[in-house]
Structure formats: C-alpha cells, structure tokens
C-alpha cells in the first residue's frame, strides 16, 4: 500500500495505473462502514485508491472541523491489507491561495442537511468533483448512511457528463441498529444508549408502510411520538421523500426516502432507510 500526500504525486500515480480503479472517498477515523465500501471497491476493481481527507469547505463556521476525531494511524493500519493507494492531501494542496471555483448543485441541496447546514453541499460537491479530476475513478463508493449526499453527487455527475460510476452501500449499523458513524465517538454512554431511537423509530416506519400505511403524515406522527419518549433526542427533522429529489411526499410512492436528523445533547445524527 503506497501512502501519497500531493495532488502532482496522485496523478503521477494514476498516469502509470493500468485497469479500473475504485475510489473511496473518506474523511478518515474509519468505521467497519468504509470497511465494507473498500472492501467492495476491492471486489470490483483492479486498483483500490481511498482518499482521507477532512474537508474544511463542507463545515460550516460553528461545526466540528476542529474537533473532528482523527487517526491517521489507525485509518491506514485497517486500510493495508485491503488498499493500493491511501491519498491524503493537505488543505493546502487541495485549496492553495486564491482557490475560488465551487460546484454549486440546485434544487435538492435546499433541503434537509442542505437547509440545516448552509454551503456544506457546496463543500461536498466540490471536494469530490476534485476527487474524481485527481483520481479518475472508474467507480466511486458511497454509504446509503449519507442518503441526500449520495443523492447530490450522482446528481452532479450526471448534470456534468462525469464518465463513472457511483455505487452506494448499504448502511453498517450497531447491534442495537445505530448507523455506524465517526460522529458516535462524540456520544457519551447514556447518550449512546438514547441514541439508538434513531433505527427504532426507522423501523417503525418500515413496519407501518408494510402493514399498509400510506399517508406520510400519520407515518412522520408516530416517529415523532416515539423519538418524543426519549428525553435526551431532540428531533431536527423527519423526512418522507421521492429517492432521487427528496421532496415531500403525502401519499408514499416508492422507493420513496425516510429520513432524520435527530440531536442526542449536543450531537447531530442522521439516518435513513429506503421503502421499495
Ligand atoms: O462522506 C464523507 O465522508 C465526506 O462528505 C466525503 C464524501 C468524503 C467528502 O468530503
């Protein structure tokens, strides 16, 4: 496994790479969730690139960026047996003096995260369309666990004829159902064990609609109900939307998006699951 820090080396790399290569785009601290996107990407390609950077353009001014656990360590001792090439570019090399060209995506990143984190899709976007420019993946490897992210970039690969594919995986969870996240090691015991209504009040989403429950208001009102009995959530938002534009629906059609944002104290997490 060759570790390489510049962009100038990245692509000097990726002149001399023969066969397809897998991109898995992450911001380090690794879970058993980008685990398995390598692990795909190994399935599916001759050349495995994972890339970990902690991208400052997606966090907004009084978000963790700072504090963002990291591990360089650990990230590349669970990478080694399963990756060819770890990028690890600086922020300066990424976005030296005077960097100023942003890939802006409308309409869905108006919602949700987007409505809840100003300019993080834009930060998002950009720093993977970069990415793809340096790296020149055949494919790239996305978690479901990111639903409206995933939605945004196979948005703006298609919107700019970007010539690969995007894969999604399916979300890691706990045992007790919580999606595997970096963000969980900000959880305090008590606040972990109340952070697996999250899944539970996803779950039970999923129970109604397959008992029959079309009507996404009485759905959205027993998750709220459910969350509401934990003192420690506080719910941002619950969502039940069409997959691809994540806009509202009243009646659900599949494959339609569940999805929320629930603060555990002072952490926000997310969730999803797919009706199909
Ligand atoms: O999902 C993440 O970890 C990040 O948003 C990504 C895709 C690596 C871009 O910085």
């Excluded at 290569?21 to 601290?29: A, I, N, R």
């Excluded at 970007?162 to 159902?177: F, H, K, N, W, Y």
């Excluded at 996240?181 to 397959?210: C, D, H, I, M, P």
Aim: with cysteine.
């Amino acid at each position: 496994m060759k570790v390489i820090e510049t962009v100038v080396a990245m692509r000097g790399r990726r002149r001399e790479t023969e066969g397809a290569v897998g991109l898995v785009p992450t911001m380090g601290y690794l879970h058993e969730g980008h685990v398995s996107l390598v692990r795909r990407a190994r399935e599916e390609n001759a050349v495995v690139v994972v890339s970990i950077f902690v991208n400052p353009t997606q966090f907004g001014p009084r978000e963790d960026f700072k504090s963002y656990p990291r591990d360089t360590k650990r990230d590349l001792a669970l990478l080694e047996p399963l990756t060819d090439v770890v990028f690890m570019p600086s922020a300066a090399d990424m976005y030296p003096e005077k960097y100023d060209t942003w890939v802006e995506v409308g309409g869905i990143t108006e919602r949700l995260e987007g409505a809840a984190r100003p300019g993080h899709f834009r930060g998002v976007a950009t720093v993977v369309a970069k990415l793809f420019n340096i790296v020149r993946p055949a494919r790239a490897y996305f978690g479901q666990k990111d639903a409206q992210q995933l939605a945004v970039i196979r948005k703006m690969v298609a919107d700019l004829n970007m010539d690969l594919q995007i894969i999604a995986c399916p979300t890691v969870r706990e045992p007790d159902g919580l999606a595997m996240s970096s963000r969980n090691t900000y959880l305090n015991a008590e606040q972990r064990r109340a952070a697996a209504v999250l899944y539970r009040s996803l779950t039970l989403a999923r129970e109604l609609w397959q008992q029959g429950e079309n009507d996404a208001g009485t759905i959205r009102h027993e998750m709220t109900d459910l969350i509401g009995r934990e003192p420690l959530a506080d719910i941002d938002y619950i969502s039940i939307g069409e997959v691809n534009t994540l806009k509202e629906l009243h009646r659900i059609r599949t494959p339609a998006l569940v999805s929320l944002a629930v603060k555990i104290g002072r952490v926000r997490l997310i969730d999803n699951v797919v009706l199909e």
